[in-house]
């Protein structure tokens, strides 16, 4: 029995061959991160209003406030406020004048306002939010997106989350779109003739309908399928990740971030339960009971004006009253007690949304809304590192493809205030 010979040391390893047993990598990915996703679409129920109502008894209506998307989208506008990068160092000016005008164009051809605050919106709900920036051989530029965050999977190194070595992104195209290649992931196009056929062969017989697709990304390799099919497999065009994943609020040691609904559940559940028993206090006493005591039986018992009950002898009737004793009070009190609950969890206070019962000054103000300012301060430091990695990325894929060199460039994020600054007085 011969024994195989000695690696020699620094010698890189042979590659892995390939097995019959070897699992495809959709059927890897149906198995993956199924607590997360569980926990995006139980985030997002809570966001469409399809949670938090209390439970129906009967015919009974329940009351469903939708606190949950109006503290995300007040969080995302305070955050996302007028933003632009800019070029901060660079070997020449010329270099910073020409890195200046690719992120001017690439914003400007993105609509990338309008999808930041869109993207931070899905982030705050989700708790993970996603760009991915690739070049358009058709359209000549770069683009950028935001994938959903549900269909991306990420493999890190062991002792640094940040470091990632692999990104795959899966999704559904329309069968006919992949049959001819409209809808094709981009990297197709480039460093020649895009390649359709084996992925459209596996749209095959899927002519009505949807296919899905999985894109993986290591630094050096691209492989893409369609219906649990490897369609191809080449060197990664970029020769990095073209995907920037970051979190909402980070947990300690993970890579995946935190909701910003995670903490309102159960205040979002009792506001509605406790605003629903009310409503039904209310709703009673505004069509009250008729209570007869010592009475056998009873026939056109009617409440309304100036109606007339006959009851025999020690008999009595009479209204039952659901707002004596301040019953109603308690409930109200409790309800803004839950309320307070809400804003201290969601850091956004009462003000935020406009509450001016009383006359506060401009200090007043900024110290009340000091919280919710502390909140951005917090996530604009992680929004700013991904759009600078963003920035970044964009200058790679778009200098590989103009022939220019970026690679001195160095970016920052300048954002407007949270809130409104007084104007200097004139004169």
Not at 303 to 308: D, L, N, R, T
Not at 357 to 367: H, K, N, P, T
Not at 398 to 405: K, S, V
């Amino acid at each position: 029995m011969t024994s195989a010979p000695a690696r020699a040391p620094g010698a890189p390893r042979a590659p892995r061959a390939a097995t019959a047993q070897e699992v495809p990598l959709p059927s890897v990915l149906a198995q993956r991160d199924t607590d997360r996703l569980r926990r995006y679409r139980e985030y997002l129920d809570y966001y469409e209003g399809r949670r938090g109502a209390p439970p129906r008894r009967g015919r009974e209506r329940a009351l469903v406030f939708n606190y949950a998307r109006s503290i995300v989208e007040k969080g995302a506008s305070y955050l996302v406020t007028d933003h632009r990068p800019e070029v901060t160092a660079a070997d020449s000016d010329a270099v910073a004048a020409e890195a200046e005008r690719v992120l001017a164009e690439t914003w400007d051809a993105n609509d990338l306002a309008r999808l930041d605050i869109e993207t931070e919106v899905d982030t705050a709900v989700l708790g993970d939010g996603a760009y991915k920036v690739t070049w358009s051989q058709e359209e000549q530029r770069v683009v950028v997106s935001a994938p959903d965050v549900q269909g991306l999977h990420a493999w890190w190194a062991g002792d640094d989350v940040r470091r990632l070595w692999r990104v795959a992104a899966r999704y559904t195209l329309d069968a006919d779109a992949l049959m001819d290649g409209a809808a094709m992931p981009s990297v197709h196009s480039v460093q020649g003739a895009p390649i359709y056929g084996r992925a459209s062969s596996a749209a095959a017989g899927q002519s009505a309908g949807e296919v899905e697709v999985v894109e993986a990304w290591t630094p050096d390799r691209f492989e893409l399928w369609a219906q649990g099919e490897r369609v191809e497999a080449r060197a990664n065009p970029y020769g990095v990740i073209p995907f920037i994943v970051y979190p909402n609020l980070p947990r300690p040691k993970q890579f995946w971030g935190m909701s910003d609904i995670e903490p309102l559940r159960e205040p979002l559940e009792e506001l509605n339960r406790a605003f629903t028993q009310l409503s039904r206090i209310l709703e009673l006493s505004g069509n009250p009971i008729a209570v007869l005591e010592n009475v056998e039986e009873a026939r056109d018992i009617a409440v309304q004006p100036g109606a007339v009950w006959e009851v025999p002898e020690q008999a009595r009737a009479y209204l039952l009253d659901l707002l004596q004793g301040g019953g109603v009070r308690l409930h109200v009190e409790y309800v803004d007690l839950v309320y307070r609950a809400l804003h201290d969890l969601s850091e956004v206070p009462r003000i935020a949304f406009g509450d001016g019962r009383f006359d506060r000054s401009g200090i007043a103000l900024q110290v009340e809304l000091d919280p919710l300012l502390r909140r951005v301060e917090r996530k604009r430091l992680i929004r700013t590192a991904a759009l600078r990695r963003r920035d970044r990325l964009v200058l790679a894929v778009a200098g590989q493809h103009l022939g220019r060199d970026f690679r001195s460039v160095e970016t920052a994020v300048r954002w407007a205030s949270a809130i409104p600054e007084a104007a200097p007085p004139t004169g």
